[in-house]
């Protein structure tokens, strides 16, 4: 919105303070390959959209936090999907065979390779993939990135609860907060 609309003053509400919940607090994957390990058919037509679909996100993420300098700790790190129980070694090629079918790139590295690469000697096998970005998750949704953006008002405030106004508490967010 703030891309679009520049010169408009925008409130988030939110019953959570901003970067509280999920999407605050997750484990900070940027996927671009469909993850599923589920063993099911593979359909690589609608593995190829999704993984359009996470490139074209990856790449507005990417453009955003290079414009406005956002600190979100960016890693181009790939994504090592590993196993270490003998029965999900199967569940492992299945992953292989299904990005195979789609095209995507992949290497299969095992053993002494991967303990190398992984600094444990855990797993026995993995499937690396290239394309996977590592982010802080609370980062592009930060206090620094949403005033870059130009999002000016912050505000929360339980839901279905009476809401009355108070200060920011953040001093770079000259908005009100609403609470109880
Ligand atoms: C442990 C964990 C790890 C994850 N790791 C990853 C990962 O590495 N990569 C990845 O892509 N995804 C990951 N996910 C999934 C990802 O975090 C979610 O898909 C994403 O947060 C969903 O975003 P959302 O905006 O749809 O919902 P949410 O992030 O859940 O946001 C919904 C917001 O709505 C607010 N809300 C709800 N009801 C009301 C109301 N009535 N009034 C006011 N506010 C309300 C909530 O407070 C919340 O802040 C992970 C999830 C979990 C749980």
Known sequence: MAEIRPQARIALIDALEIGQGTSGRNAGFLIDVPH????GQPDAEYERQLFALNNLAIGQLRSL????????GWHDAGKYMSAHEEGNLARLECFADA??????????VEGQALSRRLGTSYYKAAVYTPGNVLVKPGGP????????????????????SGLRLRASPYPEVPGRHLAR
């Open 141 to 160: 949704g930060s206090r620094s990135g949403r005033c870059a953006t130009g999002i000016r008002h912050a505000v929360h405030g339980e839901p279905g």
């Open 65 to 72: 936090k290079e414009r406005y300098r956002i600190d979100c």
């Open 36 to 39: 599923n390990v589920d063993g």
């Open 99 to 108: 990005l195979k079918a789609a095209g995507f790139e992949y290497e299969v």
